[in-house]
């Protein structure tokens, strides 16, 4: 990312595309033979769904998953011509005609969407490229069963339908011992035989871990990909990001001090405070105030006090006298704290802290070099 006139960032999210690499093999030679794709949603979960989409082709990735068709279209003249990119949210009306010229797949997740679909392909005279959703017990998007059951006896379907997948979403793959897991994926298989021949779909990043009955033709993994693994048993998953936070101002407080909006901290003696330039502008959730940490090298630094839009406050008293200074650099997610961590500190789910990462944060991305990424504390 750049941004025109400004030659330095506050803060650094590091994107080890090696590591990116390196767990798509674990996924992909894990579901083998079955296809391994790669949902590369919201800008890739926040890391820049262009260098990810480059990185994993190089891994022999061919078969992308977007939400929407702006996001198609922003990967579209990067993407080599043997790659296919389905779209999960179907097509807001008005979209066909540039899915169709573009040559995306549509996930169709209602009668509507069909039937626009189906008149783009009467009006062009061919049959388009497309993927059916099947609602098996998420209620949240899908076509009914007794629809997919009419659609299967529609004798004209194929003249406008190229189906080109079969799938539906499990509800509850991070648990995997709850019987709705085997109950979705029984239901799912009784109507995706209607289509014989067309390749399906069940098992998010989640879902890939689960047995091989979940893998069918194609699994299509996802936060996986990006270094949090579904279950904390699952083997090989590397982490993919780091973020490290610059030190705006270092200041000496006498004990009772007051720190932040409305007050909620006061130093029970003297400490040295650092003001770090990340806030909840930046997707540091408010929430961590007087409860999360940043890290140098091993020595955890306590937010102290709310967290603000820019910046927030960060106890350094541990560290010795001379080795932190202004411009330096802290860890907020790295070796000692993982995204996971943070998000259990903020109650929520490694997702959300993930894709609500700010553009603020100049995007590093490495190759495998780690020396182009400077050390916390170094100054550069």
Known sequence: MNMTGCPTFSSQLVIDLSALRANYRVLRDDVSPAECAAVVKADA???????????????????????????????HPTLPVNCTIFILNGLDPGGEAACANAGFVPVLNSRVQIERWRSEARRRGVALPSAIQI??????????????????????LPEELALRL?????????EPRLPVNEDQLRRFSKVADRFPGVPRSIANSCGTFLSGAYHLELVRPGIALYGVPPQS?????????????????????????AV??????????????ATIGV??????????GNVGAAWFRDTRLPIIGRISMDSMAIDISAVEFG???????????????SLEDVAGDAETIPYEILTQLGPRHARVYLDGNTSAMPTPGDGR
């Open 45 to 75: 979960y926040g890391l820049g769904a262009r260098p990810v989409v480059s990185a994993l082709y190089l891994e022999g990735c061919r078969t992308f998953f977007v939400a929407q068709l702006c996001e198609a279209l922003d990967l």
């Open 135 to 156: 609602e098996t017990g998420m209620s949240r998007l899908g076509i009914s069963e007794p629809v997919v059951e009419q659609l299967a006896e529609d004798p004209s």
């Open 166 to 174: 079969v799938l539906t979403h499990l509800a509850c793959a991070d």
């Open 233 to 257: 048993e699952c083997l090989g998953i590397m982490p993919v990001v780091s973020l490290r936070s610059r030190i705006l101002q270092i200041r000496q407080l006498p004990g009772g001090s």
């Open 260 to 273: 932040g909006y409305g007050h909620t901290y006061a130093t029970p003696g003297p400490r040295r405070v």
């Open 279 to 288: 806030g909840y502008a930046d997707g540091w959730p408010r929430r961590l």
């Open 323 to 337: 080795e932190l200074h202004e411009g330096d650099f802290v860890d907020l997610i790295g070796p000692m704290q």
